[in-house]
């Protein structure tokens, strides 16, 4: 059973700083691609950042690219999003998902690419 759980949310203020965490267990993804995604309240779900098996390669939205950094441990099966210089428009859901379906598969960067999610976690940043 894949499971992914995502923590690490909260409230802060802009211009500050958050690190979520998405703890992936039932299979072995350091195989996989990862990514991040969010949802505001009224807006679709749109893409965030995105990490290749081996954590060598990265993508970016543009809306966060030079204040977002994807990583993840594959000993520990978890894959972190540090956000900084964070803005009011960051707040939504974010959510964490695996793309199982690929062995060293490209990074995806739309979410029919993913097949596993976890359940999101809260971000909210005031002004």
């Known amino acids: 059973q894949v499971q992914l759980v995502e923590s690490g949310g909260g409230t802060v203020q802009a211009g500050g700083s958050l690190r979520v965490s998405c703890a992936a267990s039932?299979?072995?993804?350091?195989?996989?691609?990862m990514g991040w995604f969010r949802q505001a309240p009224g807006k679709e779900r749109e893409f965030v950042a995105a990490i290749n098996w081996s954590g060598g390669s990265t993508y970016y939205a543009d809306s966060v690219k030079g204040r977002f950094a994807i990583s993840r441990d594959s000993a520990k099966n978890t894959v972190y999003l540090q956000m900084n210089s964070l803005k009011p428009e960051d707040t939504a859901v974010y959510y964490c998902?695996?793309?199982?379906?690929?062995?060293?598969?490209?990074?995806?960067?739309?979410?029919?690419?993913?097949?596993?999610w976890g359940q999101g976690t809260q971000v909210t940043v005031s002004s």
């Open positions: 039932g299979r072995t993804f350091s195989r996989y691609a």
């Open positions: 998902a695996v793309d199982s379906k690929r062995w060293y598969g490209n990074m995806g960067r739309t979410a029919n690419e993913y097949d596993y």
